[in-house]
Antibody, heavy 127, light 108 residues
Framework: QVTLRESGPALVKPTQTLTLTCTFSGFSLSSNGMCVNWIRQPPGKALEWLAL???????YYSPSLRTRLSISKDTSKNQVVLTMANMDPVDTGTYFC???????????????????WGQGTLVTVSS | EIVMTQSPATLSVSPGERATLSCRAS??????LAWYQQKPGQAPRLLIYGASTRATGIPARFSGRGSGTEFTLTISSLQSEDFGVYYC??????????FGQGTKLEIK
């Protein structure tokens, strides 16, 4: 059974750096095709993808947030860490981690959909 | 960046009736599209991937179709537990992976 769980501060001040940890079980991030992502959702709004780290330590970021984000993994601990610098009140929302199990479909294209999600952690940015 | 546009924003359907949700991509995504259901206070749940393949455990009343830029999610006979917000997501060209703004499905 695949599980993911987010942890981190519920409240951060503007300009501070946010650090979130995703702890997962049921798969290994060193296995071929495995990826862990961060996705966020402001209150009442849509989902926004932030970052992905894959089994060979490839790192990909949302272009609009790239300068503020850093993603890393500790395979031995089954953890992925996201840092987001210079937090602002508009960054308030629920932050999810989610797994992608990259597979090649019948057309030869790799699939990057999120098949397992954590329950999310609410982060409020306020002074 | 590929922009995903969903319509309508809100849909009210009576139990037992059919619900059809639409998703349009700003450029072709082939069949590299997924659908998710999200209920209040919960994480999204994968429903459909590859535009038309149901994820494990998803009831047969959920079906997806489309390719290129136009996609639909149909719930053939709406159940009370199907309320929530539905999102489409493209994975044809990234980063970034992009979602639509969501369709809120209300039970009439």
């Amino acid at each position: 059974q695949v599980t993911l769980r987010e942890s981190g501060p519920a409240l951060v001040k503007p300009t501070q750096t946010l650090t979130l940890t995703c702890t997962f079980s049921g798969f290994s991030l060193s296995s071929n095709g495995m990826c862990v992502n961060w996705i966020r959702q402001p209150p009442g709004k849509a989902l926004e993808w932030l970052a992905l780290i894959d089994w060979v330590d490839g790192k990909y970021y949302s272009p609009s947030l790239r300068t503020r984000l850093s993603i890393s993994k500790d395979t031995s601990k089954n953890q992925v860490v996201l840092t987001m610098a210079n937090m602002d009140p508009v960054d308030t929302g629920t932050y999810f981690c989610a797994r992608i199990r990259r597979e090649r479909d019948s057309g030869g294209h790799y699939s990057y959909y999120f098949d397992s999600w954590g329950q999310g952690t609410l982060v409020t940015v306020s002074s | 960046e590929i922009v995903m546009t969903q319509s309508p924003a809100t849909l009210s359907v009576s139990p037992g009736e059919r619900a059809t949700l639409s998703c349009r991509a700003s450029q072709s995504v082939g069949t590299n599209l997924a659908w998710y259901q999200q209920k209040p206070g919960q994480a999204p749940r994968l429903l459909i991937y590859g535009a038309s393949t149901r994820a494990t455990g998803i009831p047969a009343r959920f079906s997806g179709r489309g390719s290129g830029t136009e996609f639909t999610l149909t719930i053939s006979s709406l159940q009370s537990e199907d309320f929530g917000v539905y999102y489409c997501q493209q994975y044809n060209d990234w980063p970034p992976l992009t979602f639509g703004q969501g369709t809120k499905l209300e039970i009439k």
